[in-house]
């Protein structure tokens, strides 16, 4: 039993429509799912991701306008990283922030890696990494754009970073519990802070990594728009989502229990620094209940809302998505 890697995130944006507009037209993701936040129908949830949909290269986003803005601090999901070929594909993104005016930094080593770290219109922090021949949990199918090349698309999810206060209680979680394998350090960009460190599952490079960040000189978070909700990771199937259930009641872990999300099982719990993580299955997703071709088109509701459609699209504020 052994978690995949990255799942999927989930960020807060009080502005879906602005949303929609970056992360499809100037990131180039596909919007894969158009739907509504199930534990509360009147929020719309917009999932983008590669071509397919593909576990491991979601990026979420519940909608809820008039949100505040996020105060940065420990018990924090602080960046999300997602992946590209090669370096050079840093160059063609640098280039193409700059015309769209995207807040950047220079390229830059991390883990290892040549990465461009940059924030979206909420000031969500955002790090693309190149993957560079290296070995580990494959890439997403690339969603074509005439103005991106192939080459050059973002192909999945990358590293996510948790900055804690403490470091201890949380690795504890990450590798007794999750079975994640330490994988090294490497020093912090930020100032003279301690190095992060590395934990990795699965088959291992940057869709199957966590970096764990120390800042005891932090206050906690507030989350607002541009903040990260909670981080997922891959189940390969019901099975195993099973046998994660009966492990988090052995270590007593408080959680959500089992959850129905339709196009995949839920468990969520809080690790000891209070940072939301889901365990997510791979199946049946998003296909489920849409035409690959069409997916993210229209309005879609799992089975068991699908009977209060009306009622639930008569609640929902007007969206208008090109």
């Known amino acids: 039993m052994e978690l995949l890697g990255l799942h999927h995130v989930s960020i807060l944006t009080g502005k879906a429509e602005k949303n929609y507009e970056f992360y499809t037209k100037v990131l180039g993701l596909r919007l894969v799912k158009k739907t509504v936040n199930q534990d509360n129908t009147e929020s719309y949830h917009l999932f983008y991701a590669d071509a397919e949909g593909t576990p491991g290269t979601e990026v979420t986003f519940f909608d809820i306008p008039h949100l505040g803005k996020t105060y940065r601090g420990t018990s924090d999901i602080s960046t999300v990283s997602l992946r590209v070929k090669n370096s050079d594909s840093l160059l063609f993104w640098k280039e193409r922030f700059t015309h769209y ?16 770290a940059f924030r979206d219109f909420e000031g969500t922090r955002l790090i693309l990494v190149a993957d560079n021949d290296e070995k580990g949990v494959k890439a997403g199918v690339p969603w074509h ?24 209680p949380t690795i504890g979680v990450l590798t007794e519990v999750l079975g994640f394998r330490y994988a090294g350090s490497y020093p912090s960009l930020e100032g003279d802070y301690p190095e992060l460190m590395v934990y990795t599952t699965g088959e291992g ?50 959680n959500s229990g089992k959850v129905e999300r339709y196009y995949f099982k839920a468990l969520y719990f809080r690790e000891p620094n209070g940072i939301l993580f889901e ?44």
Not at 101 to 111: C, H, N, W, Y
Not at 220 to 247: I, M
């Open 101 to 116: 005016g995207v807040e950047q930094d220079d390229i830059q080593k991390r883990a290892n890696r040549d990465s461009l």
């Open 145 to 168: 754009r005439d103005d991106i090349p192939l080459e050059h698309a973002i192909i999945g999810l990358g590293p996510v970073t948790l900055t804690v206060a403490i470091a201890e």
């Open 205 to 254: 490079g940057s869709g199957a990594e966590v970096h764990i960040e120390t800042r005891s000189d932090l206050p906690r978070v507030r989350l607002g728009r541009g903040g990260v909700h909670h981080v997922a990771f891959r189940v390969p199937n019901e099975k195993e989502y099973d046998q994660w259930a009966e492990r988090l009641k052995e270590y007593r872990l408080p």
């Open 279 to 322: 365990l997510s299955t791979d199946t049946p997703g998003f296909a489920v209940d849409e035409p690959m071709e069409t997916m993210g088109q229209k309005l879609a509701l799992p089975s068991f809302l699908e009977p209060k459609r009306r009622e639930i699209e008569d609640k929902l504020r007007p969206l208008q998505l090109p």
